[in-house]
Nanobody
């Protein structure tokens, strides 16, 4: 049974950094694509970043390019989202999700199966 646990969110000032973690259990992340989505109050869930399963291809939303970095550690069976230079508009609940063998090109929420419970990120002075 696939299980994902998101953590690492919090309250941070603009310009600060956070590192989100997504711990997987019940399966190995090695052959899975991993994506992070976020949802702000009153807004639709949007894709932030995706790491492809096989070729390691990475996609970033234009709004986070150059500031966020997605990665995974197969030995720890954990994925990460390093977020730097945070802006107030980055505020939202962040969710990790996975899909076996997926390539991220054109990824969307409906492409994925298991989801973490989410972790809240608030960027405010």
């Amino acid at each position: 049974q696939e299980k994902l646990v998101d953590s690492g969110g919090g309250l941070v000032r603009p310009g600060g950094s956070l590192r989100l973690s997504c711990a997987a259990s019940g399966f190995s992340l090695e052959y899975y694509a991993i994506a992070w989505f976020r949802q702000a109050p009153g807004k639709e869930r949007e894709g932030v970043s995706c790491l492809s399963a096989n070729d390691g291809g990475i996609e970033y939303a234009d709004s986070v390019k150059g500031r966020f970095t997605i990665s995974k550690d197969n030995a720890k069976n954990t994925a990460f989202l390093q977020m730097n230079s945070l802006l107030p508009e980055d505020t939202g609940r962040y969710y990790c999700t996975v899909r076996q063998f997926l390539r991220c090109s054109g990824y969307a929420a409906q492409d994925f199966g298991s989801w973490g419970q989410g972790t809240q990120v608030t960027v405010s002075s």
